[in-house]
């Protein structure tokens, strides 16, 4: 395998089904000595996506409309 002018390289395939790396993996390159490890990077997870995301945009709406509201409007209600 070689490095190319952009300095990217090709994982063969049975490596990355191997060790999972689907396209998007983000991975770490580490120097041990003369070695150049490539590995996954370790991903911190406070909780899943969508706990992340509703905690993320909570309290973020600028219309101040009550639950009721929404719900008429949602239900074609008037």
């Given amino acids: 395998m070689k490095v190319t002018t952009k300095g990217q390289i090709t ?9 999972g790396l689907q396209p998007g993996t983000e991975v770490e390159v580490v120097a041990r000595g003369e070695e150049v490890l490539i590995r ?7 909780g899943d996506a969508v706990t992340e995301w509703v905690a993320r945009f909570a309290g ?7 639950t ?3 719900m008429r409007m949602t239900r074609g209600e008037e």
């Fill in 60 to 66: 973020s709406g600028s219309v101040k409309v009550t």
């Fill in 40 to 46: 996954p990077r370790k991903v911190e997870r406070k």
């Fill in 11 to 19: 994982i063969p395939q049975a490596v990355r089904n191997r060790y």
């Fill in 68 to 70: 009721d509201e929404i």
